[in-house]
């Protein structure tokens, strides 16, 4: 069965503590990995997208990265602003009719100034 | 350029009470989705359509109605609203893979927080 997993469930950081935040996923085939940003009260925001092992993508203090099983998401040096519940999502490669994505529970992170 | 705008934010029903959720998109979308999120769970997709005039089940379709008349729209209906129905639910929408391939992520609205009592 095709599965995403998220761990930890809640991450709370000091102002400048890095961590990672880690995503696993069991699907048959993997066509993209997909990363996104909610705050509260708001809609997922679209942050990257991953296809292949060895993948990385950038933007501010986020990286993130990608194996054959799971995937990382870097915050190097937060800020109180990032903050957010991150979501990751699979895309699997098997045929569907539709657009199959497959949205872990997601992590919820606090940056604590 | 809104995105996703869906309506209304909040809704409080009474069980057995019906209502539509609407969603409307202005990127040009051919897939529309809507989803339910839950405490400690992904999103769950209840009904999806791949283009106007067009819609299909989801993972938990029971008890939901959709219908897209028009591109840009996508509603959602209860009938009879349960309490176990009480969430969030959100819109999406992206490009269809015949269009812009596999690569395209979906663009979510702010969705719509409805509790039934």
């Known amino acids: 069965e095709d599965q995403v997993t998220q761990s930890p469930e809640a991450l709370r950081l000091q102002e400048g503590e890095s961590s990672s935040l880690n995503c696993s996923y069991t699907?048959?085939?993997?066509?993209?990995l997909f990363w996104y940003r909610q705050d509260p009260g708001k809609g997922p925001e679209f942050l990257f997208t991953?296809?292949?092992a060895g993948e990385e993508k950038e933007k501010e203090r986020l990286k993130a990265t990608l194996t054959k099983k799971e995937s990382f998401l870097h915050i190097t040096a937060p800020k109180p602003e990032d903050s957010a519940t991150y979501l990751c999502?699979?895309?699997?490669?098997?045929?569907?009719?539709?657009?199959?994505?497959?949205f872990g529970p997601g992590t919820s992170l606090s940056v604590i100034p | 350029n809104a995105g996703v705008t869906q309506t209304p934010k909040f809704r409080v029903l009474k069980t057995g009470q019906s209502m539509t959720l609407l969603c409307a998109q202005d990127?040009?979308?051919?897939?529309m989705y809507w989803y339910r999120q839950d405490p400690g769970m992904g999103l769950r997709l209840i009904h999806y359509?791949?283009?106007?005039?067009t819609t299909a089940k989801g993972e938990v379709p029971d008890g939901y109605n959709v219908s897209r008349l028009k591109k840009q729209n996508f509603l959602l209906g209860l009938e009879s609203a349960a309490p176990s129905q009480t969430s969030v639910y959100f819109c999406?929408?992206?490009?269809?893979?015949w269009g812009k391939g596999f690569n395209q992520p979906q663009h979510f609205g702010d969705g719509t927080r409805l509790s039934i009592l």
């Open positions: 999406a929408s992206s490009y269809s893979f």
């Open positions: 699907v048959s085939g993997l066509r993209g």
């Open positions: 991953l296809y292949s």
């Open positions: 999502a699979v895309r699997p490669r098997m045929w569907t009719s539709y657009d199959k994505v497959i």
């Open positions: 990127m040009n979308h051919e897939y």
């Open positions: 359509s791949v283009g106007e005039g």
